[in-house]
């Protein structure tokens, strides 16, 4: 019997905890890029924030694609769409850390709280679209089902 995108192999609680782990692996690289970039280069965050997530990014990527999802891995287009969803939990992790900076929050909670807010954004695009077990070029096709 075929296994629609909202059945898998792994449980989803399982399946959340290791997003987790390796999202947390990720933040954890993140948070270490932003404070040596903004605290021991003196650039400023917005700038040293965007190649945290790059670092980020790749951490990321090789986790969720070798265990959170290896059992939803749909081929070649993955890192395409990987790169789409993380970019645009990027642009919401930026508009997160520039609200939290205007509002005067310190530079590393307010990356923090970006990173935990974005994590749920993208964990959804990863699961339905990024990782959903077989090739697409259209996140509305998983949507309209």
């Known amino acids: 019997m075929k296994q629609s995108t909202f059945e898998s192999k792994k449980s989803q609680p399982k399946r959340i905890l290791q997003f987790g782990l390796i999202g947390g692996l990720a933040a954890l690289v993140h ?4 404070s040596v970039l903004k605290y021991g280069l ?3 965050p917005m700038i040293a924030n965007v190649f945290a997530f790059l670092c980020a990014f790749l951490s990321s990527y090789y986790g969720q694609s070798r265990y959170t999802f290896a ?3 749909s081929g070649k287009s993955v890192i395409r769409q990987y790169f789409i969803s ?3 939990g990027f642009i919401l ?3 997160i850390l520039w609200l939290g900076l205007r509002f005067g929050l ?3 909670p307010a990356v923090c709280i970006a990173i935990i807010v974005t994590a749920a954004f993208t964990y959804i695009l990863n699961y339905f679209w990024v990782f959903h077990g077989k090739p697409t070029d259209s996140i509305l096709g998983d949507l309209r089902r």
Do not use: K, Q, T, Y
């Not at 948070?31 to 932003?34: D, E, G, L, Y």
């Open 71 to 73: 059992d939803r891995h």
């Open 31 to 34: 948070v270490a890029a932003f």
């Open 86 to 88: 993380a970019s645009l």
């Open 42 to 44: 003196n650039i400023a």
């Open 93 to 95: 992790n930026e508009g």
């Open 106 to 108: 310190a530079p590393v």
